[in-house]
């Protein structure tokens, strides 16, 4: 499973299945949540924290993109709030949950599959706002996400993004590190499962119907934001909440940026 065409198949079967098993990042906004952000009242999650409102600015009237961004949480709040708001991905499941919540609160926003590197059905500055929370790992080349984003975006647009430090995917795995409490590197940024993993263990990942995920490298993630022509305004850290590995207790391994389209 090398071709990109399988492993974005593959990534788009796995989160249907969390989707539909209403896992974290597929659980929509409640109606209260909504009918309070009608009223002024919300908060829209990049990082485990809430992002300052300042880094989107004023959303009515503005055109919206979420991108690789569905589950019911992001999109509903920023349609409440008054944007016109579109929300692409993969997984056909994540974006009944934004269906959902939209008929449900009698949201405008529309809703498109498809891969986040690839935006060929929307025209050059088609939108004012980019909202890309953490998902960018879960393609092969990032800065394809950063060119096609810098290319929709009208001038002046805005870029929130979000994304993982790689140093998380560096580790050796093996349990007993993590009862130790050891980072024992292993892997070299960037990081990929598809090659790095040996096949047995590609094979039981495809058979569990876990996404294959890719580890990119800074120069990537914020390197190519300036590459693509942004300019970076605004950046944040934040630890994570729920650690999942030994490093995570030990620095903050969650970043989000806020990159502008000056021209």
């Given at each position: 499973m090398t071709k990109s065409k399988d492993y974005l198949e593959h990534n788009k079967k796995s989160w249907d299945k969390q989707a539909l098993a209403n896992q974290q990042w597929s659980m929509p906004v409640?109606?209260?949540?909504?009918?309070?952000?009608?009223?002024?009242?919300?908060?829209?999650?990049?990082?485990p924290t809430p992002i300052d409102k300042k880094w989107l600015g004023e959303v009515k009237g503005k055109r919206v993109l979420c991108l690789a961004s569905a589950g019911g949480q992001q999109a509903p709040i920023l349609a409440a709030i008054g944007g016109k708001v579109t929300v692409l991905d993969l997984s056909t499941e994540q974006l009944n949950k934004d269906k959902q919540v939209a008929l449900r609160d009698n949201l405008d926003l529309t809703t498109v599959e498809g891969d986040m590197t690839n935006l060929e059905m929307f025209a050059d500055n088609s939108f004012d706002i980019i909202v890309h929370p953490i998902s960018n790992h879960y393609v092969s080349d990032v800065t394809k996400i950063w060119r096609e984003c810098y290319r929709v975006l009208g001038k002046g647009g805005r870029l929130i993004s979000s994304f993982y430090n790689p140093v998380i995917f560096i580790h050796d795995r093996d349990p007993k590190y993590t009862v130790e409490g050891i980072v024992k590197p292993m892997y070299k940024i960037p990081y990929a499962?598809?090659?790095?993993?040996?096949?047995?263990?590609?094979?039981?990942?495809?058979?569990?119907?876990?996404?294959?995920?890719?580890?990119?490298?800074?120069?990537?993630?914020?390197?190519?934001?300036?590459?693509?022509?942004f300019l970076i305004k605004?950046?944040?850290?934040?630890?994570?909440?729920?650690?999942?590995?030994?490093?995570?207790?030990?620095?903050?391994?969650?970043i989000a940026t806020v990159a502008i389209k000056l021209q």
């Open positions: 409640s109606a209260e949540t909504v009918a309070k952000a009608k009223e002024g009242e919300w908060e829209l999650y990049a990082l499962d598809l090659t790095d993993m040996t096949q047995a263990q590609i094979e039981e990942k495809r058979n569990k119907e876990e996404a294959f995920v890719f580890g990119h490298s800074l120069q990537d993630l914020i390197g190519g934001q300036l590459q693509a022509g605004e950046y944040e850290e934040a630890f994570q909440p729920n650690p999942r590995f030994v490093v995570d207790h030990y620095l903050p391994t969650f």
